[in-house]
C-alpha cells in the first residue's frame, strides 16, 4: 500500500469517527432523562478517544493493527433503529448506538471487499474490527438492560 493511499484512508476514517462523536454529543444534549444524557456523552468521549487512537496512526504508521477480536452476536441485525428523542429509554437509547456501530462496521467491511489491495483490506478490515468491538460493547449493554433475566 503507497503510504499516501494508507493516510487518505486514515484521514477517511478519523472523519468518521468525528461525526460518530459530534452524534452522540448532540444526542447527549438532546435526551431528558440524566442516565442517557451521561450515557451518549460517555460515547461520545469513547468516539473522541477512537479518533486519537487513529491520529496516532498518522505519527507513527503500525505495521499490523491490534484491534481486539470479539464475537458479533448480531443482535443489532434483528433490532429496528429507534428515532432519537427526549423521551428515549434506555433500551432504545442502547439499540440507537448499536445501530451505529454496526453501520460503521459494515461500510469498512464493504470497503475491504471492494479493493484489490491487500494492505489496504486489511487495513478496513482492522477498523471493522474496532466497530465491531464498539457494537459488541452496545449490544452487550442493550441485552442487559432489556433482558435482565439473562444476568
Known amino acids: 500500500m503507497k503510504k499516501n493511499d494508507f493516510y487518505e484512508t486514515l484521514i477517511y476514517a478519523i472523519s468518521n469517527e468525528v461525526e460518530a462523536e459530534e452524534f452522540y454529543r448532540e444526542a447527549s ?29 498518522q505519527e507513527r504508521t503500525p505495521a ?8 458479533d452476536y448480531r443482535v443489532s441485525e434483528h433490532v429496528e433503529r429507534p428515532r432519537l428523542s427526549t423521551a428515549m429509554k434506555p433500551a432504545d437509547a442502547f439499540a440507537l448506538a448499536m445501530k451505529n456501530e454496526e453501520e460503521a462496521m459494515n461500510h469498512y467491511t ?24 464498539h457494537k459488541f460493547s452496545m449490544e452487550k449493554a442493550f441485552v442487559d438492560i432489556g433482558f435482565p433475566e439473562v444476568w
Open 29 to 57: 444534549r438532546t435526551l431528558s432523562d440524566p442516565f442517557l444524557k451521561d450515557l451518549f456523552l460517555r460515547l461520545s468521549q469513547e468516539e473522541k478517544r477512537h479518533q486519537k487512537i487513529l491520529e496516532g496512526f
Open 64 to 71: 499490523v493493527f491490534h484491534f481486539k477480536e470479539v464475537p
Open 110 to 133: 464493504r470497503l475491504a471487499d471492494s479493493i484489490s489491495d491487500t494492505e489496504m483490506k486489511r487495513v478496513f478490515y482492522e477498523l471493522a474490527a474496532m466497530e465491531r468491538e
